[in-house]
């Protein structure tokens, strides 16, 4: 009985330290995916690191560190794709809002309401455009694919943006192209989403006249969007592709700083850019540059 009593004796206590033992080691373990979970949650940039950790830790560490980044990476694709989904599909909304607005405030004819029709229908495919582009888009950047397919003959998309852009009581605007005819490597919806947001900007602060010219050089075809505004301010030139970043908040304008960053990234997809040319003295000039289709 004394032999039964003291091998019941021992066997509790190997398995209370056992317990505590494999509980301590297991203790940073334990605080490592706490920690990793809240930082998951918020898409922090704080990391372990493999710095005064034990070998087995440092692996996990590591591990964890990866995870973190693709979730953070994952967040942030998400948060850009919502505000570009926001920013892109206001004005089809405005347009909206506006012709229901005027068609509530007094009697309209027959053919005045199938004209309200026709301007809410066109606003709605727009709006539908709009989505498919982008999401389109994010989809193949998630699959890791280097271009959009598909070829648009640039002149006239730009003419129809033109008379869609541009009120025709207030701004002029010209359209010069080398050549009637020029393909550019990139989906007619594509073409759309990259030159509305510069136009849209070019109507904005324009005196009277914004200017389109087409041009082809040898391996690209070039898209400058020129206004006779006040232009951008030259402390302000860094930060034109800035997600979210505006000249002057107080200058009349609702606009939320995505139109610039989210034309260069869609140009850069396909194997473009949009850039600024700071050299341009009267208003402002902005450059799409994109292949030859």
Not at 7 to 24: E, H, I, K, P, Q
Not at 42 to 64: I, K, M, N
Not at 144 to 160: F, K, Y
Request: with cysteine; proline share 6%; charged share 25%.
């Amino acid at each position: 009985m004394a032999s039964l009593i003291l091998d019941a004796a021992m066997l509790a206590c190997m398995y209370v330290l056992t317990r505590l033992s494999v509980g301590r080691a297991l203790r940073p373990m334990q605080s490592m995916t706490d920690k990793a979970a809240q930082w998951s949650a918020v898409g922090s940039e704080t990391r372990f690191g493999a710095e005064h950790q034990p070998v087995e830790l440092a692996r996990l560490g590591g591990s964890l560190d990866v995870l973190l980044d693709r979730i953070r990476t994952v967040l942030r694709h998400e948060r850009q794709l919502t505000g570009e989904l926001s920013h892109e599909l206001r004005t089809p909304l405005t347009r909206m809002v506006v012709e229901l607005d005027w068609w509530q405030v007094r009697p309209r004819s027959a053919q005045e309401t199938r004209a309200t029709h026709q301007v809410l229908a066109e606003a709605a495919q727009s709006m539908r455009t709009i989505c498919d582009t982008l999401l389109n888009d994010a989809r193949d950047r998630a699959l890791d694919h280097a271009a959009v397919p598909g070829t648009t003959d640039v002149v006239p998309t730009l003419e129809r943006l033109l008379r869609q852009s541009c009120p025709p009581d207030r701004i002029r605007t010209s359209l010069k192209t080398c050549t009637p005819v020029v393909q550019a490597a990139a989906a007619p919806a594509l073409l759309e989403r990259i030159v509305s947001p510069l136009l849209a900007n070019a109507v904005r602060y324009a005196h009277t006249l914004v200017t389109v010219v087409v041009r082809r050089t040898a391996d690209a075809v070039c898209l400058d969007v020129t206004d006779d505004g006040p232009g951008v301010p030259a402390v302000f030139v860094e930060e034109l592709f800035v997600p979210g970043r505006r000249a002057d908040h107080d200058d009349g304008h609702d606009g939320a700083g995505l139109g610039l960053p989210l034309a260069r990234r869609l140009a850069r997809s396909v194997g473009g850019d949009v850039s600024f040319d700071p050299g341009h003295q009267s208003g402002a000039r902005f450059t799409v540059s994109l292949p030859v289709g």
